[in-house]
């Protein structure tokens, strides 16, 4: 069922970077990877995900955009069915439908009322009784959400409109049972009156909350969150945003749905930009018209990652300001997302984009040193470090001040924290409350730092051989860890070849001279991330040259 829709999303893609309806055959060779697609086999394959999603249109022997839903249907014509749910969450995934109330609305009247509890085959968390008032009697004996879904179906017929407030929500669950009774999502047009009241409101009201809307135009029923209530609620607010509506020049479904869509976002037009973008691991840069990289990313997949800058959802500022500077997108395809992040941390390093939050420079960071009989904080290299933070190395240092040589040797095991603690307790119970606080915030910064300094530490001890795909067909990345950095990386051939990359890959790793380094730190940080959970591409070995053998065919008999 996900393949059909994710199909359609990929296929929806493919004609907006065409710019128009594509020719069946071209249609079915990008989906399927098909060599060669005759017409009537590649109509037949494409059947059911053209006509099982209203965005998708047949336009003769090419597949296009279908016409926005309600482009000839006039609001006074229009049938809406205004809906509301009570759920046992939030979550279709993890949650149930527990009501369905529902008014439909003929010639911008009321027409007719649905109701029917639900049973959600769970009991009713006690959040959603205090909240509804519905306790586990009330849905003894109701259908379960399938049956229920298809009765409210019935009641809102086949050429429906349908509403709620906060659509998504609803419109998500009402989906998930339909896609398990038909394998289709829901082809109505939908209003959403959060949206439309957003959009016509403007001002006027500080809420868009459906009680305060109720209050705003006064209703005549009164939203408790109950189903049928709140329904009867939307629906009074529905007509007179309508009215509101057509004021603007509104005339039909189309130009309601239209209204009620959350706002493009500028940079939405800037999406061809990125068409084309392969789903395969990557690097992309953000350039302006001048060619300056404005920012730089990775992503697992290419296509949807880059897709989704340009979608309705707004980025962080840096991001969003880039978005509106930029003026081409250049990616460069690899193996896998782990070569992906270590690219990714150079080309930052290099070009320093203004964009990315993580501004990456050599020599970043600083260092806990003991100079004299005092733990100070410095930018030179050593054992101690690097700490991302100089705030938080300075609070360190001050909660060392006094520390024997012995609790600094012993630092990365806790060191003086036991005796601070004691010390912290003491003042508490002294009342010295401004000292235990001075006293509690350098306890949290030096307990931050002894644990990074100890995860830094076994990382620096990692002495491995990382094994994933590469962006040549057959071949092999592999990065080889030693001495506190990355070594090394190779692209090993398949075949005997690899054998002679992977002693010279194991030569540089025996020869390596230990780093402190905080770039090297940096990039030993970003591995431990892979490492913690590695991604099913990845392999890990250590480094000996039976052992990386043995994993690489281990990894191609997977293949």
Same mark, same amino acid.
Request: positive net charge; hydrophobic residues 45%; charged residues 25%.
């Given at each position: 069922?996900q393949?059909?829709?994710d199909?359609a999303?990929?296929?929806v893609?493919?004609?907006e970077?065409?710019?128009g309806?594509?020719?069946?055959?071209?249609?079915?060779r990008?989906l399927?990877?098909?060599?060669h697609a005759p017409?009537?086999?590649?109509?037949?394959l494409?059947?059911d995900?053209?006509?099982?999603?209203?965005?998708?249109?047949?336009?003769?022997?090419?597949?296009g955009?279908?016409?926005p839903p309600?482009?000839?249907?006039?609001l006074?014509?229009a049938?809406?069915?205004?809906v509301?749910?009570?759920?046992?969450?939030?979550?279709?995934?993890?949650?149930?439908?527990?009501?369905?109330g529902a008014?439909?609305?003929?010639?911008?009247?009321?027409?007719?009322?649905?109701?029917?509890?639900?049973?959600?085959?769970?009991?009713?968390?006690?959040?959603?009784t205090?909240?509804?008032?519905?306790?586990?009697?009330?849905?003894?004996?109701?259908p379960r959400?399938?049956?229920a879904?298809?009765?409210?179906?019935?009641f809102?017929?086949?050429?429906?409109v349908?509403?709620a407030?906060n659509?998504?929500f609803?419109v998500?669950f009402?989906d998930r049972?339909?896609?398990?009774l038909t394998?289709?999502? %829901?082809a =109505? &047009?939908?209003?959403?009156? +959060?949206?439309?009241a $957003?959009? #016509?409101?403007? /001002?006027?009201?500080? !809420?868009? *909350?459906?009680?305060?809307?109720?209050h705003?135009?006064?209703?005549?029923?009164r939203?408790?969150?109950?189903?049928?209530?709140?329904?009867?609620?939307?629906?009074e607010?529905?007509?007179?945003?309508?009215?509101l509506?057509?004021?603007?020049?509104?005339?039909?479904?189309?130009d309601?749905?239209? %209204?009620? =869509? &959350?706002?493009?976002r500028? +940079?939405?037009?800037? $999406?061809? #930009?990125?068409? /084309?973008a392969?789903? !395969?691991? *990557?690097?992309?840069?953000?350039?302006?018209?001048?060619?300056q990289a404005?920012?730089?990313?990775r992503?697992?997949?290419?296509?949807?990652?880059?897709?989704?800058y340009?979608r309705?959802?707004?980025?962080?500022?840096a991001v969003?300001?880039?978005l509106?500077a930029?003026d081409r997108?250049?990616w460069?395809?690899?193996?896998s997302?782990v070569?992906?992040?270590?690219e990714?941390?150079?080309l930052i390093?290099e070009l320093?984009p203004?964009a990315?939050?993580r501004?990456?420079?050599?020599?970043?960071?600083?260092?806990?040193?003991?100079?004299?009989?005092?733990?100070?904080v410095s930018s030179?290299?050593?054992?101690?470090?690097?700490?991302g933070?100089r705030?938080?190395?300075?609070?360190?240092?001050?909660?060392l001040?006094?520390?024997?040589e012995?609790?600094?040797?012993?630092l990365?095991?806790?060191?003086?924290?036991?005796?601070?603690?004691?010390?912290l307790?003491d003042?508490?119970?002294s009342?010295?409350?401004?000292?235990a606080?001075?006293?509690?915030d350098?306890i949290?910064?030096?307990?931050?730092?002894?644990g990074?300094?100890?995860?830094l530490?076994?990382l620096?001890?990692t002495?491995?051989?990382l094994?994933?795909?590469?962006?040549?067909?057959g071949f092999?990345?592999a990065?080889?860890?030693s001495a506190?950095?990355?070594?090394?990386t190779?692209?090993l051939?398949?075949?005997a070849?690899?054998?002679?990359?992977?002693?010279?890959g194991?030569?540089a790793a025996?020869a390596a001279?230990?780093s402190?380094a905080?770039e090297d730190a940096e990039?030993?940080l970003?591995?431990g991330?892979?490492l913690?959970?590695?991604?099913?591409?990845?392999?890990?070995?250590?480094?000996?040259e039976?052992?990386?053998?043995?994993?690489?065919r281990?990894?191609?008999?997977?293949?």
């Amino acid at each position: 069922m996900q393949l059909a829709f994710d199909a359609a999303d990929r296929l929806v893609e493919l004609v907006e970077e065409r710019r128009g309806p594509v020719p069946v055959e071209d249609a079915a060779r990008a989906l399927f990877a098909l060599a060669h697609a005759p017409a009537a086999l590649a109509r037949s394959l494409l059947e059911d995900v053209v006509t099982g999603d209203a965005r998708l249109a047949w336009r003769g022997h090419c597949v296009g955009l279908a016409t926005p839903p309600g482009s000839d249907l006039p609001l006074e014509a229009a049938r809406f069915v205004v809906v509301d749910l009570e759920t046992t969450g939030l979550r279709p995934a993890r949650a149930a439908i527990c009501e369905i109330g529902a008014v439909r609305v003929e010639a911008l009247l009321p027409a007719g009322t649905f109701q029917t509890f639900v049973d959600p085959g769970v009991p009713l968390p006690r959040v959603v009784t205090g909240l509804t008032g519905l306790v586990d009697r009330d849905l003894a004996g109701a259908p379960r959400p399938g049956p229920a879904v298809s009765r409210f179906l019935r009641f809102a017929g086949e050429r429906a409109v349908l509403v709620a407030h906060n659509a998504r929500f609803d419109v998500a669950f009402l989906d998930r049972e339909v896609e398990l009774l038909t394998g289709r999502r %829901l082809a =109505a &047009p939908v209003v959403d009156t +959060v949206g439309l009241a $957003r959009r #016509l409101l403007g /001002g006027r009201v500080a !809420r868009v *909350g459906l009680a305060s809307l109720a209050h705003f135009f006064g209703t005549s029923v009164r939203p408790c969150h109950r189903a049928l209530p709140d329904a009867q609620a939307t629906a009074e607010i529905l007509v007179a945003l309508i009215g509101l509506a057509q004021e603007r020049g509104a005339l039909t479904v189309a130009d309601l749905v239209e %209204l009620a =869509a &959350p706002r493009r976002r500028r +940079v939405y037009e800037k $999406r061809s #930009l990125v068409f /084309g973008a392969p789903c !395969r691991p *990557g690097v992309y840069v953000f350039r302006d018209a001048h060619g300056q990289a404005l920012y730089v990313g990775r992503a697992r997949d290419l296509r949807a990652r880059l897709r989704s800058y340009f979608r309705s959802e707004r980025q962080r500022p840096a991001v969003e300001a880039a978005l509106a500077a930029v003026d081409r997108v250049e990616w460069r395809v690899l193996g896998s997302e782990v070569e992906a992040a270590l690219e990714e941390l150079r080309l930052i390093r290099e070009l320093r984009p203004p964009a990315n939050a993580r501004g990456r420079r050599a020599g970043a960071g600083v260092y806990l040193r003991l100079r004299g009989d005092r733990v100070v904080v410095s930018s030179q290299p050593g054992p101690l470090g690097p700490v991302g933070s100089r705030r938080r190395a300075e609070r360190a240092a001050r909660a060392l001040e006094g520390a024997s040589e012995d609790e600094l040797a012993g630092l990365l095991g806790g060191g003086p924290l036991p005796r601070l603690r004691r010390r912290l307790r003491d003042l508490s119970e002294s009342l010295r409350y401004e000292d235990a606080a001075r006293l509690r915030d350098r306890i949290r910064a030096l307990e931050r730092v002894v644990g990074e300094l100890a995860a830094l530490e076994r990382l620096r001890a990692t002495r491995a051989c990382l094994l994933a795909p590469a962006s040549e067909p057959g071949f092999t990345w592999a990065a080889f860890v030693s001495a506190g950095r990355v070594v090394e990386t190779r692209t090993l051939p398949p075949g005997a070849g690899a054998a002679l990359e992977l002693r010279a890959g194991l030569a540089a790793a025996r020869a390596a001279e230990p780093s402190l380094a905080p770039e090297d730190a940096e990039v030993l940080l970003l591995l431990g991330t892979f490492l913690r959970r590695p991604p099913p591409e990845l392999a890990v070995a250590p480094l000996e040259e039976e052992a990386i053998l043995a994993a690489l065919r281990a990894r191609r008999l997977a293949a």
